[in-house]
């Protein structure tokens, strides 16, 4: 079997790093894998959410406080990580905060959204921006099939978005990174794509961020 090779914070011009992508194309199993290679500290979000049930069952006003417990989890999370030495070593985050205003604007009329907008404008300023993003794209009907074969957690209560939901947020997403400006950018085409589970993929993904530069760039990986 082939050595692969191990980069270390000594090679990577990028502290901090976040992982992003719509929900089932694997940014959690990949901000872990990346973390172990590069002996890095992995944030991952933590995704419990006491109103996700009442979202998915239409309850009036369960959109709001669903977003809004998501966003104040999220400004806690990253607001504690930069109370720490962010960059004394290598940091890998599974979600952008960013991204919490891709789902408001999916899941919020018009008085929900000025509501949470406020509130986002107030809290995002605290939220040290990451020094690369990397988006994982995949068609839906991708998705939807990594969602389908994950073992069934028994501590999940709220159902898995169906087929429709999660073809408009993919949508979502490629429009908000279609326009993101914020930060280097690397999208990542996944459909034929495993870092998570294999180690050359993790190499050469890795090879493209060693190498990344200013603006946004894309990488289609190769397949066998």
């Not at 079997?1 to 914070?9: Q, S, V």
């Not at 952008?96 to 919490?100: E, V």
């Given at each position: 079997?082939?050595?692969?090779?191990?980069?270390?914070?000594r090679v990577l011009d990028?502290?901090?790093l976040a992982i992003e992508g719509p929900i089932g194309v694997g940014?959690?199993?990949?901000a872990e894998r990346l973390a172990t290679r590069l002996d890095a500290t992995v944030v991952l979000e933590d995704t419990e959410n006491p109103f996700l049930g009442d979202f998915y069952a239409d309850r009036p006003g369960a959109a709001l406080q669903s977003q809004l417990f998501y966003l104040l989890n999220r400004h806690r999370q990253l607001t504690a990580l930069q109370q720490t030495d962010l960059f004394s070593q290598v940091t890998i985050c599974d979600y952008?905060?960013?991204?919490?205003r891709i789902y408001a604007y999916l899941n919020l009329d018009d008085n929900e959204l000025f509501i949470y907008q406020r509130l986002y404008d107030l809290l995002a300023p605290d939220v040290p921006p990451p020094d690369?993003?990397?988006?994982?794209?995949?068609?839906?009907?991708?998705l939807l099939r990594r969602l389908r074969s994950r073992p069934a957690d028994p501590e999940q209560t709220a159902p898995q978005p169906d087929a429709d939901y999660l073809r408009e947020l993919n949508e979502a997403y490629q429009h908000f990174f279609f326009h993101y400006t914020a930060t280097p950018?690397?999208?990542v085409e996944t459909s034929q794509f495993s870092p998570?589970?294999?180690d050359q993929a993790l190499d050469d993904l890795l090879r493209q961020i060693r190498h990344m530069g200013p603006g946004t760039q894309y990488y289609v990986p190769r397949t066998k």
């Open positions: 079997m082939p050595k692969t090779g191990r980069y270390t914070a990028f502290r901090y940014k959690s199993a990949l952008l905060f960013d991204k919490d690369l993003v990397v988006y994982l794209q995949a068609p839906t009907d991708v950018l690397l999208v998570a589970a294999d």
